[in-house]
């Protein structure tokens, strides 16, 4: 079945650890988001990538890196930086020229100890 | 993109049909009205969209006003599955450049 996928469900690190989150689709997107959602809150872009080795900061990137090698896999980095770390990561995939019909994967829930 | 308004909560009995509706009194002629929902603890998931006309596919129904400023997401038949966040989204269907913007949504409540 085509989709993407984000490992772990749930993810625990202490604080001031980098930690990297997996985001893989099978659906031959050029485009693939990453979100954070906090509780009760609606999406915030935090990167995204519309072809492979190129990304764009989103409204709220710091703390956070990305890479794009290949076009089925986006991972992120969430690093030392990040001030509240502890967050609903969700990844999403789109075609470039229907980023308005994005496609989710089922989020890495990660809680900074 | 135009902004959206929508109830914070609804409840629905299940088997009837559940309406939700959405304002944007703002709404520019080039922008598509878009649905998303969210379960508890998952990603959001594509509904249906449209730009003027009634559009249905197999999960809802969308109904938009002829001066387009409001809109209803119209599931027929709601089962307990269907309990969740629904989001109303205005905006142009444009390159990745725009990200989805999702606001506080509509948070049903399908009971049996």
């Known amino acids: 079945d085509g989709g993407i996928t984000q490992s772990p469900k749930y993810l625990f690190r202490k604080e001031g650890q980098n930690v990297t989150l997996s985001c893989e689709q099978n659906?031959?997107?050029?485009?693939m988001y990453w979100y954070r959602q906090d509780p009760g809150q609606g999406l915030r872009l935090i990167y995204y990538s519309q072809i492979v080795n190129d990304f764009q900061k989103g409204d709220i990137a710091e703390g956070y890196s990305v890479s794009r090698e290949k076009k089925e896999s986006f991972p992120l980095t969430v690093t030392s930086a990040q001030k509240n770390p502890t967050a609903f990561y969700l990844c999403?995939?789109?075609?470039?020229?229907?980023?308005?019909?994005?496609?989710f994967g089922p989020g890495t829930r990660l809680t900074v100890l | 993109d135009a902004k959206t308004t929508q109830p914070p909560s609804m409840d629905c009995a299940e088997g009837r049909a559940a309406n939700l509706p959405c304002n944007h009194s703002?709404?520019?002629?080039?922008?598509?009205v878009y649905w998303y929902r969210q379960i508890h603890s998952q990603g959001p998931q594509y509904i249906i969209h449209?730009?003027?006309n009634n559009e249905t596919n197999e999960m809802a129904s969308l109904i938009i006003t002829e001066d387009r400023k409001s809109s209803t997401l119209i599931l027929p038949h709601a089962t307990l599955r269907d309990t969740a966040v629904y989001y109303c989204?205005?905006?142009?269907?444009?390159?990745?450049?725009?990200?989805?913007?999702f606001g506080g949504g509509t948070r049903l409540m399908v009971k049996p």
């Open positions: 989204i205005v905006r142009t269907p444009s390159n990745a450049g725009n990200m989805l913007t």
């Open positions: 703002t709404i520019s002629g080039n922008e598509y």
């Open positions: 449209g730009l003027k």
């Open positions: 999403a995939s789109s075609s470039n020229l229907r980023a308005d019909t994005q496609y």
């Open positions: 659906l031959n997107h050029d485009a």
